[in-house]
């Protein structure tokens, strides 16, 4: 049998696949993007720029081709090879709203420890294992790159950001950005801007003096958007000097756009859209989480300003040109996703996660060198912290479910931002694999039983944690649950305590003079106790550097009580940055000559302990 000369089907359509990628290798992603605007009828553009939430919603079923249990879905424009738009939270890993069968993946440990290790290729390398895990799950956007300066200890979802200082901030977010992309997956920088606090953050409006804000916050996004040069910037709930964050025209037009020439586009935080022409004018570009505003700015009201003139023409272009832009310039245009979750290679991806919490668990004190753990201690006390199950996780929209379920079931609030999750990797465990001492675990519920088992051992280890998410800020900065009291008890029946942190961000320790050692360590992620168990037992280093100060109590703060507390739910109220401007942080502390418990930077390095 001779074989037929004419060209099958499937060479054909390989044929124009080839020519069509041949023709594209000469044109730069801004030349792609303009090409495929110029092809596009009104309601092609308008399907770019409107975007739903990717999730059950009030009873309300997701929309048709978002992906289960995602937070984010725009239609795409088939007949131009232009994609869907599937997103998905967040900067610890591929997280899933919660529901009936949430997306088991590997959680890097939060971003404020991946910025306490202050090394820029752990951020990196973060950044390309969540995105890689994103891209194989069917997502080509990630709302990662969060980077807003930390400017109060109470914030609850401080455990997503960068820290205290601009430039270690953008550097590091930056780096994780370029990470995710490197994915061939869109990654955004968030929450642009001043979103600081999570109390009332709706209807807050911050006032700031426009030089101070370039010097502090603003600083912190330009620096992660040059070095990361992400596809998008998601703008934020709060107002800033009057005016919602996404139809400011001075943070959008000016600042970002015109300023710093950003290319990508703007996407709203799901329900901080509030209109359609002062948005489209002063800025944004894509509406997304529909439902959570009140309308559909973005849909049919757009199209109809753009109909009637009240949004030029070349604004709608303009919007899509960025998407496209941001398509194109990161490989989604060229590179479609599918779900490919059975190659995630979760092994390997636990390391990743655990090198970077390795690294950025920082010993805060060690009288008497008291850590690493002696070789020859013959009985070790574990108190508290469900340390026998796993390690703690943050809560809300960037919460990561993980690989073999919740080690500790029906915790915390029932409803989002709840629940609280602990992920199955427990330091006792991997502390008994290390070492020949007799350990008891002791869940620390009952102090005087706790102080009682505590006393006579070689060294006594009590595991605090301070569950903090999204939506909330802590009260205060104490320890919730009475573990004050449980660790002062302990400490008093055993000095040669060590009290191990699993926090979001800095805490009180009334009881730091009587412990012999405090080791922060964060939300570690996945492999959190094993990262744990090596530090404590000299297995490495202890390297972490702070990267927030940790003052002795709210009342070294630029607002000893959090503006909006108490006040009605929709009572609106400001925020005044302008008290301490552009002095965040330890540059705070040193203008007012405030000593904290421990300064922005520091970490000790256990005497004993060598480096690997
Ligand atoms: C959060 C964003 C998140 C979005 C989608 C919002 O509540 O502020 O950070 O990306 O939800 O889940």
Known sequence: MTQSLKPSRCALVLAAAFAAQFAHAADTAEQRAEKLVSQMTTDEKINLVFAHFGSEFNGKQPIAGSLPQSAGYAKGVPRLGIPEQFQTDAGIGVASQPGKKVRERTSLPSG???????????????????????????????????????????????????GEDPLLAGTMVGEQIRGIQSQKVISTVKHYAFNDQETGRNILNVKVDEQAGRQSDLLAFQIAIERGNPG???????????????????????????????????MSDWGATHST???AMNGLDQQTGYPFDKSNYFEGALKEAVTDGHVPEARLNDMAKRILWAMADSGVLDNPVKDEASKIDYAAHAKVSQADAEEGIVLLKNQGNILPLAANAKRIVVIGGHADKGVLSGGGSAQ??????????????????????????????????????????????????????????????????????????????????????????????????????????????????????????????TNGGEAIARVLTGEIDASGRLPITFPESENQLPRPKLDGVGLKQDQKFGVDYTIEGATVGYKWFESKGLKPNFAFGHGRTPASATRT
């Open 112 to 162: 404020m420890a991946t910025t306490a290790t202050w090394n820029p290729s752990l951020g990196f390398q973060g950044g390309a294992m969540i995105g890689n895990e994103a891209r194989l799950s069917g997502f080509n956007t990630m709302l990662a790159g969060g980077v807003n300066l930390v400017r109060d200890a109470r914030n609850g979802r401080n455990f997503e950001y960068g």
């Open 232 to 266: 998008s910037v998601m703008c934020s709930y709060n107002r800033v000097n009057g005016d919602f964050s996404c139809e400011n025209a001075w943070l959008l037009n000016k600042v970002l756009k015109q300023d710093w020439g950003f290319k990508g586009f703007v």
């Open 277 to 279: 022409i002062p948005a």
């Open 400 to 525: 990561v479910y993980p690989v073999g379920g919740m080690a500790v079931p029906n915790e915390g609030p029932k409803q989002w931002p709840g629940p609280i999750v602990y992920l199955p990797n427990s330091p006792l465990k991997a502390l008994q694999a290390r070492s020949k001492a007799k350990f008891q675990f002791v869940d620390g519920k009952d102090a005087a039983a706790a102080a009682k088992a505590a006393a006579g051992a070689d060294v006594v280890l009590v595991f605090a944690t301070q569950w903090t998410s999204e939506g909330n800020d802590v009260p205060n900065m104490s320890l919730p649950n009475n573990q004050d009291a449980l660790i002062g008890a302990v400490a008093q029946a055993n000095p040669k305590t060590v009290v191990v942190l699993e926090t979001g961000s800095a805490v009180a320790m009334p009881w730091l003079g009587s412990v012999a050692g405090v080791v922060e360590a964060w939300f570690p992620g």
